[in-house]
């Protein structure tokens, strides 16, 4: 089947832009997670969504981050006026059900580059 | 200042020896340990994980050792093939009903034929 999605693989902004992350994870997946990867570092959690349950925003790193996950599907992290030291990697992931013991499956992740 | 250490950045290894990664964590709260294995423009697989109360998991050649006393947990991998050439990121969980993971920076391992 097709696992979890992500969309642009690639994207280059200029200082101040905002820009837009799409994921698309795995059918039936309740949980849904994003992660960043910068240059040299590990995955950095950003934020989870289960269910319809408020989401876990405590790793995002400033208040230009958001998202959102519509119908329980889909979702789009959202920056504004991106900076420098947000260029990474965007990774999402999935999983079956909630808490981070079960294996969550990565998206190929959107490499941004802020310039 | 990091929860979870992988102080080794790379490893290079000859095919059919054994692989052994290591991962170092401060948090004497976290409970569960994971790794994944990271080819280059993919997203991370699941590869096996151990929770607190265990000291060994096995599966297939890939084994994970839990040293609580220590704050050590470590994947070794025997017999070592060249397909197992890849990042491998050391995971861990604060509990069993927590959501996020906290990663390590990864260790780079070179399996050669």
């Known amino acids: 089947g097709a696992g979890v999605s992500q969309s642009p693989s690639n994207k280059v902004t200029e200082k101040g832009k905002d820009v837009e992350l799409r994921c698309d994870p795995i059918?039936?997946?309740?949980?849904l997670y994003w992660y960043r990867q910068s240059l040299g570092q590990g995955l950095e959690f950003l934020i989870y969504?289960?269910?319809?349950?408020?989401?876990?925003k405590s790793g995002l790193p400033s208040d230009r981050f958001s998202a959102e996950r519509t119908g329980g599907s889909v979702s789009t992290l959202t920056i504004q006026r991106t900076q420098q030291e947000d260029s990474a990697v965007y990774l999402c992931?999935?999983?079956?059900?909630?808490?981070?013991?079960?294996?969550?499956?990565f998206g190929p992740g959107t490499r941004l580059t802020v310039t | 200042d990091q929860q979870v250490k992988q102080n080794s950045p790379s490893l290079s290894v000859q095919e059919g020896r054994i692989s052994i990664l290591n991962c170092d964590y401060t948090?004497?709260?976290?409970?569960?340990f994971l790794w994944y294995k990271k080819y280059p423009a993919e997203g991370p697989t699941f590869l096996i994980s151990?929770?607190?109360?265990?000291d060994k998991n096995e599966d297939g050649r890939f084994t994970v050792f839990l040293n609580k006393s220590a704050k050590h947990l470590s994947l070794h991998i025997v017999p070592s093939q060249p397909g197992d050439s890849a990042v491998y990121f050391c995971?861990?969980?604060?509990?069993?009903?927590?959501?996020?993971?906290?990663f390590g920076k990864g260790t780079t391992l070179s399996v050669s034929s």
């Open positions: 151990i929770s607190s109360i265990k």
């Open positions: 995971a861990a969980s604060l509990n069993q009903a927590g959501t996020a993971l906290i």
């Open positions: 948090n004497s709260m976290f409970d569960y």
């Open positions: 969504f289960q269910g319809n349950s408020a989401p876990d």
């Open positions: 992931a999935s999983s079956s059900t909630g808490g981070a013991i079960y294996e969550q499956y």
């Open positions: 059918s039936g997946h309740t949980a």
